[in-house]
């Protein structure tokens, strides 16, 4: 439909504006239309993976997309994204296997769409396929060491309403929920803060920082006395298909 569209507003300003269209237009405007494609995989609770309607095998993502992109120029292609869209059981171990396959190809926007989340009303009926999801975000947590566990926002709303709607029933034959999850209790401050950390704060894209609760800069951080924090705390989130790391220090 999003093509149709474009399509149709091009042709329509070709026509109203014809000494001003030219084949070089042309070209820029169908890469325009081009990079507003994206690219959807499939993962049903079987784990069988679809591109396109089509079957396919993990080891093919790549080479599927990178032949379905070959013919356009690299700023067209940077610009496309990948969906995967996910059944309620799919383990994240199983999504990072299908995003180590993206990342052979030229495409770096990236979205993981958990199709129960996603779809998600608190009004709405809470049904047994909603606490299967809930049950099933749950497991694939609690597979991962401390270190690894980092969370969706959308999928931390999705449990901690889910939650608070079950039944006192519903919650005992449910997963329990962890105390390790961020809405369930305050992350326990760290004391201890390792030459190692301090350099990763320094430096990486991938964090953001606040003093006091306050966001401070990268150049802020630098230019603080280390030997005056008193602790810290992390939260650790995915975003864009990107871990972050929000370091919360206090002084």
């Not at 369930?184 to 201890?192: K, R």
């Amino acid at each position: 439909m999003k093509l149709i569209l474009f399509i149709s507003f091009f042709t329509l300003f070709a026509f109203e504006n014809p000494s001003k269209t030219n084949c070089s237009t042309f070209k820029n405007q169908f890469s325009t239309i081009v990079i507003q494609e994206e690219i959807r995989i499939h993962v049903n609770s079987d784990k069988v993976v679809s591109i396109y309607d089509n079957e396919v095998e993990i080891e093919e993502i790549s080479k599927i997309i990178n032949d379905k992109i070959g013919r356009y120029d690299d700023e067209s292609a940077l610009s496309m994204n990948v969906s995967i869209v996910v059944d309620a059981i799919v383990s994240e171990d199983y999504i990072n296997q299908i995003k180590e396959q993206i990342k052979k190809t030229p495409i770096r926007l990236v979205n993981v769409q958990r199709s129960i989340v996603e779809n998600y009303s608190p009004n709405g009926q809470l049904t047994e396929q909603l606490i299967n999801q809930y049950n099933s975000l749950i497991k694939n947590w609690n597979e991962l060491d401390d270190s690894q566990r980092y969370y969706r926002q959308i999928e931390l709303n999705f449990v901690e309403s889910v939650n608070q709607r079950m039944s006192l029933r519903q919650k005992l034959k449910a997963e329990r929920l962890p105390g390790y999850l961020p809405f369930v209790a305050h992350p326990q401050p760290q004391t201890e803060i390792s030459q190692q950390q301090i350099e990763k704060w320094s430096k990486s894209s991938n964090v953001r920082l606040f003093l006091n609760k306050k966001n401070i800069s990268q150049t802020e951080f630098n230019e603080l006395n280390k030997s005056e924090i008193k602790s810290y705390y992390l939260i650790k989130l995915i975003e864009n298909e990107e871990k972050i790391q929000e370091v919360y220090l206090q002084n």
